[in-house]
């Protein structure tokens, strides 16, 4: 074959390579063991790469299809669920990664230096640049079944789950907004703010270790007031909805998955099935692992996650002794706003320990999935899925555990203050209370994730592509036969790896994660995670279609694990949202003065008698 869209995946290698015999001959070698296995292959080259491209031949296809086709099923059927284009390029690019004995694979030759990577070919694209990937087309509904048949059922249920997310995000964001603008409304409607406002003849023990004057509780007249903005009875009942909408929108989206995957007849495809067929068409005497347990490995893995959690919680605790340090050093500076400044600041450092961690998380997951040596890929997705979103979500909201549940819970008293390292008083609520202080620390630390996270995640590829397209252009590199030059613009795209979608789901359930739990103390976070996921759904497009080269496609009949976890997030979010209003959340004993010790007792003797 010789037309270009006849190649679906090319390894790129060095021109210096072919002149060093050791690493020809290893080339030679592995393209050879690829076409002896009915795989054609052609070479062209540049300036400086020489450029391989790689076909799977039809027989190769059918061994696919017999090795995983049920007696019972009809022909029609089969077509139905059958994509030529795709299987071909999931079968080449499985062979090429996997070829070879163990410590011979193509991953050993590109350390070796004899190639220096693979890619899959875009190609038929156009349609998806138009009527997908681009900005403005960010309120139109998204062509799930075009994305399936050029991206694979993986890609095409992310978009799908994703799209269904944000629609469901519309009525969290309208109530949340109520609830929020609500505040505002009743500002000055709240019976203890009044009584606090005039109360001149009160007096309250001086704030911090420096300040002798008592002060009158008239004068945090301002700061009741904020107390109640955020921390009134929409905010019980907003926890209470979006309780209630996580778990309607599991069930819908459940539902709408299985209608999906009906569609695409993939109801009996099962993924280990598929791995094993792919093995057979690698390797004919392929045997299957046996699985051995070790209890030595299970526990330095269980040691060594445990560690990981507990560096996890130790950053939160960094940013105590941070808060307290930069208390005692903006005393001095901001007199009168000290603890807004100490609140800021703690949440932008958090925001940066988050993106430090994020790297060294899953580089720690990668390792310890290797450690333990799982069978198949799926599985060793599974496990990679399972530590590493654990090691995220203490990551991120270990801060604001503490923040909840901890903070001015440990300070001790006037006259017997708890200090760090006897030097230092520990760090008290917000004036306004410990609602203010968890509303501020997750208004920064999603602000900056939905937009200047967004910004670098969109930027980053978009910069990259035109400086390797421009340095390409400028050194003469761009070859003008049609062919080379369509594998040139493949080459000189962004690279991917193989968790490039884990990626972005992993992105969405933290944003979940921030839009569920402690949703009590910020109801604008629905309002921010709508917005976000309509930007990120025209940005992945935009990634995936126009910035990156081509992710294998890969079937799939459900999101996998990801379901499980927002499960498990859906439930901590009921937990933490009850223990917000119990124990951070001044309701409950607002609610006991009102109808034991304020005027609607009175009231209520009143009409008794």
Not at 425 to 450: N, P, T, V, W
């Amino acid at each position: 074959p010789e037309a270009s869209d006849q190649w679906d995946c090319v390894l790129v290698a060095d021109l210096q390579t072919l002149k060093i015999q050791k690493h020809a001959q290893k080339q030679l070698q592995f393209l050879e063991n690829l076409e002896s296995n009915g795989f054609h292959f052609k070479m062209l080259k540049d300036q400086k790469k020489v450029f391989f491209g790689i076909r799977a031949d039809s027989d190769v296809i059918d061994k696919y299809r017999t090795l995983l086709m049920n007696p019972e099923d009809s022909g029609s059927r089969d077509e139905q669920s059958f994509n030529i284009a795709t299987t071909r390029i999931r079968i080449v690019s499985f062979v090429v990664n996997n070829k070879l004995k163990p410590g011979d694979t193509f991953e050993d030759l590109v350390k070796d230096g004899v190639f220096e990577t693979m890619f899959l070919l875009h190609k038929g694209e156009q349609n998806l640049k138009n009527i997908w990937a681009r900005w403005r087309n960010m309120f139109e509904p998204q062509p799930i079944d075009e994305i399936r048949e050029y991206f694979g059922e993986k890609v095409a249920l992310y978009f799908t789950w994703l799209g269904w997310y944000t629609y469901m995000l519309v009525p969290a964001a309208v109530v949340g907004l109520i609830v929020f603008l609500s505040g505002f409304a009743l500002f000055d409607s709240s019976q203890i703010s009044k009584e606090i406002c005039s109360a001149n003849d009160i007096f309250m023990c001086p704030l911090g270790d420096h300040s002798h004057r008592y002060l009158r509780l008239s004068e945090m007249c301002t700061f009741a007031k904020l107390t109640h903005l955020f921390d009134n009875e929409g905010t019980v009942l907003f926890a209470i909805f979006m309780a209630l909408w996580a778990t309607v929108f599991l069930e819908i989206w459940k539902r709408k998955r299985a209608h999906e995957v009906q569609s695409w007849k993939l109801y009996e495809w099962d993924e280990e099935e598929e791995e094993m067929a792919l093995e057979l068409i690698n390797s004919p005497h392929y045997k299957l692992k046996d699985h051995r347990h070790s209890y030595l490995s299970s526990t330095i893995i269980l040691i060594l996650s445990l560690f990981m959690i507990c560096l996890m919680i130790g950053m939160a605790h960094v940013l105590v002794v941070y808060r307290v340090l930069a208390g005692a050093l903006f005393s001095s500076l901001v007199k009168q706003q000290v603890t807004t400044a100490v609140v800021v600041t703690g949440a932008v450092v958090h925001y940066i320990i988050i993106v430090i961690m994020t790297k060294v998380n899953k580089y720690v997951a990668l390792k310890l999935c290797k450690f333990e040596e799982s069978g198949t890929f799926s599985e060793q997705e599974r496990k990679f899925t399972v530590k590493f979103f654990i090691l995220q979500f203490f990551a991120h909201f270990s801060s604001l555990i503490y923040i909840a549940f901890i903070l001015g819970r440990i300070n001790g008293h006037p006259g017997k203050s708890t200090r760090l390292a006897g030097l230092w008083k520990l760090e008290e609520c917000h004036l306004s209370g410990c609602m203010m202080d968890l509303f501020i620390q997750m208004a920064i630390i999603m602000g900056l994730k939905q937009t200047l996270s967004n910004c670098v995640e969109y930027l980053c590829p978009l910069l990259a592509h035109k400086w390797r397209l421009m340095w390409a252009s400028k050194h003469g590199h761009m070859s003008k036969d049609p062919e080379l030059k369509e594998w040139q613009r493949n080459y000189y795209m962004n690279p991917i790896n193989t968790f490039s979608l884990f990626d972005e789901f992993m992105e969405m359930m933290i944003q979940y994660g921030f839009t569920t739990i402690f949703v009590a103390a910020f109801p604008l976070a629905p309002l921010l995670a709508l917005f976000s996921n309509l930007v990120e759904i025209r940005l992945d497009a935009i990634k995936m279609v126009r910035l990156q080269r081509r992710l294998v496609p890969r079937k799939a009949k459900d999101i996998g694990t990801w379901l499980q976890v927002l499960e498990t997030i859906g439930v901590l979010a009921v937990i933490a949202n009850g223990m917000v209003i119990a124990f951070t959340s001044e309701f409950i004993p607002r609610v006991v003065y009102k109808y034991h010790y304020g005027p609607c007792r009175t009231n209520r003797t009143f009409t008794d008698e």
